[in-house]
């Protein structure tokens, strides 16, 4: 699962207990005997998170290797592939991009004169994914939050003309929205894509007006990391994908104060509220800034296999499954262990997706297709799902859901699940349905704090309208303390290996759940639409959709 929504509070960290073993009774408890289907899926487990594996980053030779495993996979269930010329790869072209330098910005007030903007004390400006070189000079407007929601009553950009100009706004989102919703806001996308929607040449952030966390920019924070290398996937010219106009950097206080002079003290403190309440106003004067970005091709694939659906006219539409193949790859030691094996996260959604795959082939085929598909570069943002959702080797309007499995944590026996995002399609109760199959129930999200439901691969599928979830085993019994666990110990951890006491039987209840859903969709009459007036169906699916 992908972490880099900073915002988050991410859980309390506490020290790790490796229990002392010796290399032996490591191996005893490895290679123990299971029964047969217990024993497949750990053993693409084995594999997946093996120290030989190094963490399966994207980029590394072992990530190749490990996609060539899936494929191999697909290949012996029988799935047809659906990659690139007839292969099961299809081929992401991943770019890293950072910026080169500190770049320049300038302010050049009503007076003619221009004052510069120092880098790390006023200004911090952010790498560009679409282009090269990134020169502007253009008025500059405050707007406040600068987000567009009328249904939760935001409308920052109501009465102002940013046509040709760079928009700055205050991060974070406002109190009280649904944490989902709040978070899609918490990113500077969410305003880079209304300022390019009303016109606006680039957007500026302002950091340090509201307090830390919920997305409000730290300048200090931002600065720290300004230099670090991002990844998206390329386009045909080398450079990255990009929506909305480009995020220009960081404006600390103090730059800010030179950029609206006499205005930014009333603005600061409109700003600081707790309500937020700022009219948009114009600073007197042109803002120039420069400032370049290096790329770096990263190549990467997705693994994609499909059972062709039987029905002559529901055949050509589609369910997609999906897991991610990438983990975080080496980093820092923790208790002398470089190799952060990402077992849970995700090699177990990977394996269940092989397994729920191979038990198709022996039943009868479903009315609808059905895509096995393994994502590069959730780690990096989503970035492989996103390609795929771009780039779908089915026509995207064909693709009726995706379920995504990511890190379902199988530590424990479950006695409920969550489908993230169920609550806002008809696929809540097509999966309810599914589930009782396994003798288990759907519960509510039992983190909403924690905005999951954007927060993994499916939500590139949301993006393009289609209804999709987010399937977790749940809380209930023994749930809640198993996932406080994992959280606090080992998630994105070196730790997060096959030491944990994770339960193959448990593993298969998962996979069989994850068949009885797939087929269920794909049998349905019709396919699952998005609840009358839900927020991210109207957004992405409706009179709001791009
Ligand atoms: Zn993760």
């Not at 951890?493 to 009885?516: E, M």
Request: proline content about 7%; overall charge neutral; charged content about 20%.
């Amino acid at each position: 699962m992908f972490r880099s929504f900073a915002f988050l509070p991410l859980l309390a960290l506490s020290a790790t207990a490796v229990a002392e073993t010796t290399p032996a009774a490591r191996n005893a408890a490895l290679n123990a005997p299971l029964p047969a289907d217990q024993a497949a899926m750990k053993a693409h487990v084995m594999f997946l998170a093996s120290d030989a594996m190094k963490g399966r980053d994207v980029g590394s030779p072992e990530f190749d290797i490990a996609a060539q495993y899936v494929a191999a996979q697909f290949y012996a269930a029988g799935l047809k592939p659906m990659g690139d010329e007839g292969g099961y790869l299809q081929k992401v072209p991943l770019t890293g991009y950072k910026i080169a330098g500190e770049g320049s910005a300038s302010w050049t007030g009503a007076g003619g004169a221009a004052v510069s903007l120092a880098f790390g004390k006023d200004f911090t400006p952010a790498a560009n994914p679409a282009a090269k070189a990134t020169a502007l000079t253009a008025p500059v407007v405050f707007v406040g939050y600068g987000l567009e929601a009328p249904q939760y009553g935001l409308d920052d950009y109501a009465g102002v003309d940013v046509r040709g100009k760079i928009v700055a706004y205050v991060g974070g989102a406002p109190a009280g929205l649904p944490s989902e919703v709040s978070a899609t806001f918490g990113s500077a996308a969410a305003r880079q894509s209304a300022a390019a929607k009303h016109g606006a040449v680039g957007v500026i952030a302002i950091a340090d007006l509201r307090k830390a966390g919920r997305g409000a920019p730290s300048f200090a924070s931002v600065t720290k990391g300004y230099a670090a290398e991002r990844i998206t996937w390329a386009r045909a010219d080398g450079t990255g994908s990009a929506s909305g106009a480009p995020l220009l950097g960081t404006l600390s206080p103090a730059g800010a104060a030179k950029v609206f002079g006499r205005a930014w003290p009333a603005l600061a403190r409109g700003a600081a509220r707790k309500t937020l309440k700022v009219r948009p106003t114009t600073a007197a004067g042109t803002l120039s800034i420069a400032s370049a970005t290096n790329f770096r091709a990263i190549p990467s694939s997705n693994v994609v296999g499909m059972i062709p659906g039987s029905d002559p006219a529901l055949g050509k539409e589609t369910v997609v499954l999906s897991a991610h193949l990438d983990h975080v790859g080496v980093g820092a030691a923790v208790n002398g262990d470089t190799i952060y094996n990402g077992a849970l996260d995700d090699g177990i959604g990977i394996a269940s997706l092989i397994e729920a795959a191979k038990r198709f082939k022996t039943a009868t085929a479903p009315k609808r297709s059905i895509i096995f598909l393994a994502v590069t570069a959730e780690e990096k943002g989503l970035v492989g799902s996103d390609y795929f959702a771009n780039h779908p080797t089915v026509p995207i309007g064909d693709i009726v859901a995706d379920v995504n499995l990511d890190m379902p944590i199988l530590t424990y026996r479950f006695e409920d699940m969550v489908a993230f995002g169920g609550d806002r399609s008809t696929l809540g109760p097509i999966i309810a349905r599914a589930v009782a199959g396994i003798g288990v129930g759907l519960s509510p999200d039992p983190m909403p704090e924690q905005a999951i439901f954007v927060r993994s691969d499916h939500y590139r599928f949301v993006q393009k309208g289609v209804p999709s979830v987010f399937l977790w085993p749940g809380e209930k019994g023994p749930g809640k303390a198993a996932i406080e666990t994992f959280m606090s110990n080992c998630y994105h951890k070196p730790c997060d290996d096959l030491t944990q006491p994770i339960l193959w039987d448990q593993g298969v209840r998962f996979v069989d759940a994850n068949y009885r859903i797939a087929r269920e969709i794909a049998d349905a009459p019709q396919r699952p639409v998005w609840n009358k007036g839900d927020y991210f169906g109207l957004l992405f699916d409706g009179p709001m959709a791009p």
